[in-house]
């Protein structure tokens, strides 16, 4: 009986890696090359859509902290002046594809936390073609990478999104629960990190607690003598055929 009563509560939690196994979904794990005896992280954020969270930009150019930001063609379109801070910071933000409009780049018809995939390939290509081109046409370089909405796959649209040009973007450590940690949470989350660790956290999300923690795990980390590196700084190790 005890056993059952828990059994809403594992359905509440989600427990998304099991459900992506059985769905045959991948979520591929990205790491750097360690630092050693100066330990060393990549900060990676999400700008999925909604605004721009001040207070963890402006940890990172207060700080001189580089980054590596993730950009959907449809977060950009509503944030056009934090669009040119990161790109009058070039040596700080490395800006890369997160896709045109935040649709799951997995080509069957799928749903992952309640968000519909794109379900086909033809819909997969657009969703990470849109996301480069609205970088390109808008100022930026052309993305090396690319991480799609809830950064879930098929080997299949890996296989694809590889094709069309672009290395896939895991992560080791969820920095911040898609900005639904608590701010405690959040801080004690990104300063536990590790040497070669690469962190995912939001910085669309100026409403939630979690960004006032994402920024001070960043500070404890820094306090404890890491250093940062963008992705296309140092090399990686990805899962899943993402990389190499």
């Known amino acids: 009986m005890k056993a059952l009563l828990f059994l809403p509560l594992l359905a509440a939690l989600g427990f998304a890696t099991q459900a992506s196994a059985r769905d045959g979904l991948l979520e591929p794990k990205l790491h750097i090359a360690a630092g050693g005896k100066t330990p060393r992280v990549a ?4 700008a999925c859509m909604g605004l721009a969270d001040q207070r963890i930009l402006s940890v990172l ?8 930001i993730f950009i959907t063609a449809r977060w950009l379109k509503r944030n056009a002046e934090t669009f040119a801070i990161f790109r009058a910071h070039p040596d700080l933000f490395e800006l890369e594809n997160h896709g045109a409009m935040h649709v799951p780049a997995i080509d069957r018809p ?30 930026a370089p052309r993305p090396h990478w690319f991480r799609g909405a809830t950064a879930k796959y098929t080997a299949s649209s890996i296989a694809q999104i590889r094709a069309l040009g672009f290395d896939v973007a895991g992560y080791s450590l969820n920095g911040d629960d898609g900005s639904l940690l608590g701010a405690r949470a959040a801080t004690r989350r990104i300063a536990g990190a590790h040497d070669g660790d690469v962190i995912i956290s ?7 607690a979690a960004g006032e ?6 500070l404890a980390l820094k ?3 890491f250093t940062f590196v963008r992705l296309d700084a140092v090399s990686e190790n990805g899962s899943n055929a993402t990389v190499n």
Do not use: M, R
Request: proline share 5%.
């Open 213 to 218: 923690g994402v920024a001070a795990g960043i």
């Open 110 to 139: 799928v749903p992952v936390y309640g968000i519909a995939s794109a379900g086909s390939a033809d819909a997969v290509e657009a969703e990470v073609s849109g996301g480069a081109n609205a970088l390109v046409v808008n100022g």
């Open 61 to 68: 150019i207060d700080n001189h902290i580089p980054a590596t």
């Open 43 to 46: 900060l990676t954020f999400d």
């Open 223 to 225: 306090a404890k003598g």
């Open 202 to 208: 939001h910085i669309n999300q100026p409403t939630h």
